[in-house]
């Protein structure tokens, strides 16, 4: 046999057998998959078997592959009522600061405020279908008695200046008048007066000046509660501005937000749900190449976090650029996840990969698109089935997000 001849069946063989075993994952998906659609008698299926896979859950997480894409929030929005109205869930938690969901929250519960004013910090969360998620929890809150009332909150740490000034002066007006029962009290405020000098980035305080900061939020911590007015909220922040000292370490937020997270739901005890990037919350290091919130959160919680990633092959998506909203076309890499799941019988469809060892995905590495705040050309991460999320909602063609006027 000739060299050119050998060559050509081995690249037959090969060929063959790829072709093989995409087959195989598109029969798989193909016969495990349950269709979503507008309808929502049609989706009994899929309601059903997410009730049975979160029947023991304790944080239910919901990624997105863009923090700009119309589909996912809608449906998002969905799967959140849902679970609010059919499986006890009483918290929702948003990848955004602390300080600026927490308004939000108080409006949700008693309706004071205007919300699309108090929507406007939020960036790429500020759009019209998280409004009208926010409209129905006040107005699903209005007939409930306090114990259950739907609570919002924000687990990312405070990195908007307007934030980190708030919670600093917050801080010191507390310490103004309690600075004697802490060690690094009286230390601590003329360090958060600078913190809050205009453009002064937290994490350039000096080494001196951080100490102080995370010694003070060390003797809070280990008070542990306290009747004196305004003590969580001053724990809160503190834990906050300590947090942010921290923030040129590109691993310290993931772990800060499971941090608050895991503080929050067991202050609580609450079924919750969160929403955020797929990057955070995949459960293994493989997507984000570090120790990501998903690896925190399955560390503290086990099987009662259930991790469900949002993916889609191509369409259009708002992105940031610098303070303004743009849009960009994307289209996923043709040998991915992603292109493969748009070959499926279903435009849009749920498929659960965390009891499914047998099947070709379970462990399989393969890239789903990824979309950040800002615009990248690189759209792509790795995403392994089963390990990184348990279960999927694919959209086949996707909008931009609606920003609120």
């Given amino acids: 046999m000739t060299k050119n001849l050998l060559y050509s069946v081995l690249f037959s063989c090969f060929f063959s057998v790829c072709t093989f075993a995409q087959g195989q994952s598109l029969n798989w998906i193909n016969s495990h998959a349950l269709p979503i659609t507008d309808n929502e008698n049609d989706n009994k299926a899929y309601y059903s078997q997410l009730t049975n896979l979160l029947k023991d859950n304790k944080i239910c997480g919901l990624g997105e592959a863009s923090h700009g894409t119309h ?4 449906e998002k929005n969905r799967i959140i009522k849902y679970l609010i109205t059919n499986a006890q869930y009483k918290s929702i938690g948003f990848e955004f600061g602390y300080s600026a969901i927490e308004p939000i929250n108080v409006y949700l519960l008693t309706g004071k405020g205007d919300l699309k004013q108090l929507m406007k910090p939020l960036r790429l969360f500020n759009t019209k279908e998280i409004y009208d998620l926010f409209e129905w929890v006040k107005t699903y809150n209005t007939s409930k008695t306090p114990k259950d009332k739907v609570n919002l909150f924000g687990f990312d740490t405070n990195y908007i200046k307007s934030d980190i000034d708030a919670s600093a002066n917050f801080c010191s007006a507390y310490l103004t008048k309690n600075a004697s029962l802490y ?3 009286s230390a601590a405020i003329p360090v958060l007066k600078k913190i809050t000098t205009p453009d002064f980035p937290l994490y350039e305080l000096s080494d001196d000046e951080t100490g102080i900061i995370s010694r003070l939020n060390t003797e809070v911590k280990l008070k542990g509660t306290s009747t004196i007015k305004g003590f969580n909220e001053f724990k809160k922040y503190i834990s906050l501005l300590y947090q942010g000292t921290l923030l040129s370490n590109p691993l310290a937020r993931d772990q800060f937000m499971a941090e608050n997270l895991i503080d929050i739901q067991q202050e609580t005890k609450a079924k919750t749900i969160i929403w955020g990037h ?22 503290k919680y086990g099987n ?4 469900i990633g949002f993916d889609t092959f191509k369409g259009k998506v708002t992105v940031l650029d610098g303070n303004d909203y743009v849009e960009h076309s994307f289209e996923a890499q043709p040998k991915s996840y992603s292109a493969l799941f748009a070959e499926a019988k279903f435009p849009t469809f749920f498929v659960a990969f965390d009891t499914a060892e047998e099947s070709p995905f379970y462990n399989a590495n393969g890239n789903i698109t990824n979309i950040y705040s800002n615009w990248t050309n690189v759209i792509a991460l790795p995403m392994k089935p089963g390990i990184d999320f348990d279960a999927l909602i694919f959209i086949r063609e996707t909008t931009p997000s609606i920003i609120l006027k």
Wanted: glycine share 10%; aromatic share 18%.
């Fill in 71 to 74: 589909e996912f929030y809608t």
């Fill in 183 to 185: 060690t690094n009290g």
């Fill in 278 to 299: 797929n990057i955070h919350f995949a459960k293994d290091t493989n997507m984000p190449k570090a120790k990501g919130m998903g690896y925190h959160v399955k560390e």
């Fill in 304 to 307: 009662e976090y259930y991790a």
